[in-house]
């Protein structure tokens, strides 16, 4: 609540003129320049605004993004809590997630990827909106979001934050990092539980009971010129949503329950080296092995996918051209345990890319960054992939962006439908039958700044963005009891508009944030909205802040009405809270936050499920379940 959103910390970093500022340097986009001197447009939360939210939501990073101009964080299980990320109006699936430009949660365990990441050991997020397929492959279609961890320093840290809930849930966070001349470590354990929580009286679970262990350690060897980083990365979950009777532990009568069981072990490796020529070798690896068994009445569905990720590139420059080239190599492979279907889900997907960047300063006033991409893939062949953006910053603290570029998506059973009908009846993949979907993208913004006096400031970012994704994937009924993934759409089209604006005085700030996104899926004789997207969204937000004392931040957000899957029109609503937090040393705070204070529920407009308790038929979810909650809890740094 207290932070910049992602969107407005860009604006105000893009025209400053601060020299701390412009030495923060964007990994995402594998080059050494500072965020205003960047064609491509870069939104960044840092690290105090990181800290910040870690106090409304320290288990995970959705407040993190949710709270973000043009992001929507949409929740696709009623009793489970799944949720994935929709940037500029289209699904997640179009969303590109990294930690430290890795992939991170893909395919199968997309579906749980946000509720389990825990945020202690970030050090930024990066977000770069519409077409990013020249360095990360075709499936940055809506952009991507880069989680940036934090590195070893010096001086040795130690953090640890404790939180409970009125929902019945517990975090335990805890970092620690610590160097020297030839090594450093990072480690990063968390421990989150939840109890179940039902605020409507429904006997279901808005929030469900789970647990999860998170373990993250990583060690960096320092060479004179080069660098190492290992790390893992293990989480594990029970999760167990659905009767709230059932949950409890009474077992006797029939009842309806998702219990899913998750678990996830990947490695790291980052190895860097500076040449004699002063150019940077750059070689990374990720291997990732998931697990998931999902049980729910009189069904079973379960699989291992393994991921990998293969890259080497070679960075120079100087301080007029930075480029970049290299290759990657991508895996996923899933095989199924159990399930329904006649058939298997199994897949595997190998593809492999070369790619080209260059960012030049053409002028004091005009720079430009240009990229292609060449992809080859083991079942769709060949894919060519160009991007530019253009930079111009003639005017007085004002910078003008434009950009654009094609990205694609390689089909997979895994999207966010086969979640919301539990991969219950779901039908293999027809590979001779379908096509790759193909995006083409276009993002244009202006920032301006203004210094009114030593103690008041304005900023104000405008911008316009299109995206078109021809052959959608759909997922289609064919009775009551099968499904099929075709692409019965030619295309969908995502265009609108993203207003930031931001008010500094003294120590108050005001944010306030405008989305605007139109989405049509058009069908061979008619376009309709595309549903749950609502197509209004506004963010303001009051800080008050006196420096190493107190924080106080008060939130609203308005949310349109949304087109539901049976043409019908949600209501619209507002969600308003309250954060405060009392910082007694560098080393101690206290936090207090009331989320969602007026209890906006989605069930006090309408019910979430239609037929018996033990047996729901759920309806679309297009507002929050969990109502008014309260956490707070207490931080420590040594």
């Not at 009846?425 to 700044?449: H, T």
């Not at 006196?546 to 507002?574: C, F, H």
């Amino acid at each position: 609540m207290l932070c910049i959103t992602a969107s407005l910390f860009f604006l105000e970093v893009a025209v400053a003129k601060d020299e701390e500022v412009e030495e923060i340097l964007v990994t995402s986009t594998r080059g050494k320049r500072s965020f205003a001197d960047l064609p491509t447009r870069v939104e960044v939360l840092g690290g105090e605004e990181i800290n910040e939210k870690t106090n409304m939501k320290p288990g995970d990073v959705r407040m993190l993004l949710n709270e973000s101009t043009g992001i929507y964080v949409q929740q696709t299980s009623a009793t489970s809590f799944n949720s994935t990320i929709r940037m500029q109006g289209l699904d997640g699936r179009y969303t590109q997630l990294l930690r430290d430009g890795m992939p991170l949660y893909n395919g199968f365990s997309g579906g749980l990827s946000l509720l389990q990441i825990a945020p202690l050991d970030l050090r930024q997020v990066e977000v770069v909106k519409g077409a990013s397929s020249t360095l990360y492959g075709g499936g940055a279609i809506a952009g991507l979001v880069n989680l940036v961890t934090k590195r070893p320093s010096d001086q040795p840290e130690l953090s640890v934050i404790l939180n409970a809930t009125s929902a019945d849930g517990f975090d335990a966070s805890t970092f620690f990092s610590t160097s020297n001349n030839a090594l450093g470590t990072t480690v990063l354990a968390s421990y989150n539980v939840s109890e179940g929580f039902d605020p409507a009286g429904i006997g279901l679970s808005a929030i469900p009971e789970f647990e999860r262990w998170t373990l993250n350690p990583k060690l960096f060897v320092y060479g004179d010129s080069s660098e190492l980083m290992l790390g893992l990365s293990v989480v594990k979950e029970d999760r167990l949503g659905g009767s709230m009777d059932y949950i409890l532990g009474n077992r006797s009568q029939p009842a309806y329950f998702e219990d899913s069981t998750t678990l996830r072990f990947s490695t790291q490796l980052d190895y860097s080296r500076t040449l004699d020529s002063g150019n940077e070798l750059v070689i990374r690896n990720s291997i990732s092995r998931f697990t998931r068994e999902l049980l729910i009445p009189d069904f079973e569905f379960s699989g291992t996918q393994l991921s990998s990720f293969w890259e080497a590139h070679l960075l120079g420059g100087s301080n007029i051209n930075d480029w970049v080239f290299g290759m990657n190599l991508w895996t996923e492979k899933f095989d199924q345990d159990s399930g329904a279907s006649a058939t298997s889900l199994d897949y595997d997907q190998k593809t492999l890319g070369v790619f080209a960047q260059g960012t030049r300063s053409l002028s004091e006033a005009w720079g430009v960054e240009a990229g292609l991409r060449i992809d080859y893939d083991s079942d769709y062949g060949e894919f060519i992939l160009p991007r530019i953006s253009i930079l111009y910053t003639g005017f007085e603290d004002t910078a003008v962006r434009i950009g654009g570029g094609l990205g694609y998506k390689l089909p997979t059973p895994f999207y966010e439908d086969a979640e919301r009908v539990q991969f219950r009846g779901l039908q293999p993949l027809q590979v001779a039958e379908l096509s790759e979907e193909r995006s083409a993208g276009l993002n244009a913004d202006i920032n301006r700044a203004w210094q009114i006096n030593d103690f008041l400031s304005f900023d104000l970012n405008l911008l316009l963005f299109y995206t078109r994704v021809n052959n959608p994937l759909v997922l289609v009924p064919k009775d009551e009891e099968t499904y099929m993934f075709e692409q019965p759409l030619p295309s969908i089209d995502t265009r609108g508009t993203e207003i930031n604006a931001v008010w500094r005085w003294n120590d108050y700030k005001f944010f306030l944030g405008y989305t605007h996104a139109d989405v049509k899926e058009h069908w061979r004789r008619q376009s309709i909205d595309s549903p749950l997207i609502p197509k209004d969204r506004v963010n303001m937000v009051f800080v008050y802040e006196r420096e190493d004392d107190v924080r106080v931040g008060l939130e609203a957000y308005y949310y349109g009405q949304q087109t539901l899957n049976s043409g019908k029109l949600s209501s619209d609503y507002w969600i308003f809270g309250l954060m405060t937090e009392k910082i007694f040393t560098d080393k101690f705070s206290l936090f207090l936050n009331f989320e969602n204070f007026g209890d906006t529920r989605q069930t006090r407009d309408s019910p979430i499920f239609s037929g018996p308790v033990s047996k729901p038929e759920f309806v679309d979810i297009y507002a929050p379940l969990e109502g008014f909650v309260v956490n707070g809890g207490l931080k420590l740094t040594f």
